[in-house]
């Protein structure tokens, strides 16, 4: 009874309650479009590094003398593919840390920050979001992505290079002797941000160029199935890897990594990392960033609370005379309390909802708009652009959350309206 | 018949056992007087070093740098004089190891031989004199005119993994001067050039006066002609002036860098 009395006074009442749904609809607005880009630029680090440091989650062998190898890359994966579940995909790589790598084209030249020999056949399918200027990573795939490389768009723009030109490698190997390769551009992928500075070729012609065997690793990349707990594989893959050979405790970042190599090592040493571990640091940004838009969020909620509470005082003033009435019809003061609630609760809702969908829009016009001139916004755009996701989990809490904070606005002008004597009520010129 | 031509093959084969070790021992001593002609074991060396680079289509550089030299000990010290922006900036290298001091945050960098100089083709090893004999074999020698030079033409392999360029083909006059210098990577490609066309007489060895160092990867095409990265060194007021030890130290660096 009292739903659909609060429906139809939230109905015959709308131009009063306007600018409250409007205020309401905005900042849910807001909300919607903080969380779905942030969580659209979470979305496109991680995605770009898992291509950038070996999958969802890496396994790097260290050797005593500080080097990055694993000597027996079969047998890792042999016992990860036998024991361990929720793997979609696993594959072997060799990446160049020495950051003395360098490409030459047309009298330029740009420093590599590493270079990523890859298995392409294996990992094509996790490859495909990279998004590519011109090229395609279908041209590294086979016997095609002999002699190739990737690039990225910062390094090609440097370069003045473009898909189909011959340009020169340069690197040492291990022992620190020059080595070069003529190489042709496969693919330009969009990247302008850190991830930019890397090159990405076939495992076996990185490891030719060192002088190791053409299967040899440094690093094997695992990604796990969609919706998989990655702390909990992570986990799982110690267990079964720690059975065969020296692990290190799953490291949870990258300052982890280096306490547990100064110690010096005996023997060759597996070091697994997640994802989250590698960009800690990356997270530990947008985290503080979401908190600061997030506290923003809660002074502008305040504001709209108060306002709510101000307008409702008005609300209830200016139908004083309608609340004389139903309480001398006999309804109670709780019942009159749960009504102006309910009211505030029904508006919050259709607001909200109304909000999330200009957010949505808001996102999308975001999403529309090219960043790339923004150095700064390179890591957490596409080629520019912004992602966004909407989770559902998140939206329903913020819904909860503004209904909340709605109803405890109103309830203080309800809890007042609920005290009005009716005889007073009605003896009032409104 | 039988008999006469293995007579003859034996001969020939006697013959080449002959000439071929004395051939590869000539070039290995041609090798190492080479190495003792540009070194200075009983002194120290000091000079000023002028390295001028030029990209593909012109834009130029320019850098001075004092030298301070004991190849007894494998030291040197390097003062960068201009550009004034890394005016006070040096190199200390010591043994194997090399430091980059910075006169601004006053901190001391590891960093590498192989290297580049201020970004040019000219590299930080390359302030150290030649050690070809021990750290190369022969593959080859032949004889070549370069231009008003008679050289003897070597085609080097390294002989262990520590150098950088695993081959290098030496053009050497008459003089034991090395005039001209082709360093290769490890696939084989031409990397850099360098020809060191006039050098000058300190005692009884040799500094050069100028290189001129062509950089074989960065190159363009311009108006239909290749311009590659050239780098031009040189250097002036040499002196074999014996320097305290306190030259090649991190304290010394620190004071003359402000």
Known sequence: MIFFLALRNLVLQRKRYAVIGIAVALGFALITIISGATAGALGTVRDKAARYFAGHISITGYTPDRAQRISDPDRLIDVLHRTVGGIRTISRRTVYYRQDAKLFFGGESIRQRRLVGIDFDSESQELRGMKFQSGSLDAMLGDGGIEGILVSQTAADLLRAKVGDSIELFLTTDTGQYNTATLVIKGIFQETSLFGFAGYLRNQDLNALLGRPADAATDIAVYGRNGVDLVRLAQDMHAALSAEMAVFPVLSSKSDRSDALSSGLQEETMAIMTLDAHLAQITDILDAFTAISYFVLLVFVLIVMVGILNTYRVLVYERTREIGTMRALGMKRPSVIALFVCEAAMLAVAASVIGLVVGIAGLWILGSINFGAIAAAAMFTNAGHLGFFVDGSATALNLLAMIVAVMIAAYGPARNAGAIKPADAMRTNS | ?258
């Open chain 2, 1 to 258: 018949m039988k008999k006469t031509y293995t007579l003859a093959m034996l001969s020939m084969m006697l013959a080449a056992m002959t000439v071929w070790p004395q051939g590869m021992t000539s070039g290995t001593s041609l090798l190492k007087r080479v190495d003792s002609l540009v070194s200075f074991v009983d002194t120290d060396v000091s000079a000023e070093y002028r390295i001028d680079k030029r990209d593909p289509g012109g834009s130029t550089s320019t850098t001075v740098a004092a030298m301070f030299r004991r190849d007894r000990t494998n030291q040197f010290l390097i003062l960068i004089l201009e550009p004034i922006a890394d005016k006070g900036k040096g190199y200390l290298k010591e043994g194997d190891n090399l430091w980059l001091y910075d006169p601004v945050s006053k901190s001391f960098t590891f960093t590498s031989a192989k290297e580049r100089f201020q970004n040019s083709s000219f590299r930080n090893s390359d302030f150290n004199r030649f050690n070809f004999s021990e750290d190369y074999r022969i593959s080859s020698t032949t004889r070549e005119q370069l231009g008003k030079f008679d050289c003897s033409v070597l085609d080097l392999s390294a002989n262990n993994d520590r150098v950088s360029f695993p081959r290098v083909k030496l053009w050497i006059s008459e003089e034991g001067l090395v005039r001209k210098m082709e360093d290769y990577s490890l696939s084989g490609q031409l990397m850099r050039t360098t020809a060191i066309p006039s050098y000058q007489k300190l005692g009884d060895r040799w500094l050069p006066l100028t290189m001129v160092i062509i950089d074989n990867l960065k190159f363009r095409t311009i108006a239909g002609k290749i311009e590659y990265e050239r780098t031009t060194v040189t250097v002036s007021k040499p002196s074999l002036k014996r320097l305290p030890d306190s030259t090649y130290t991190k304290e010394y660096l620190e004071k003359v860098s402000r």
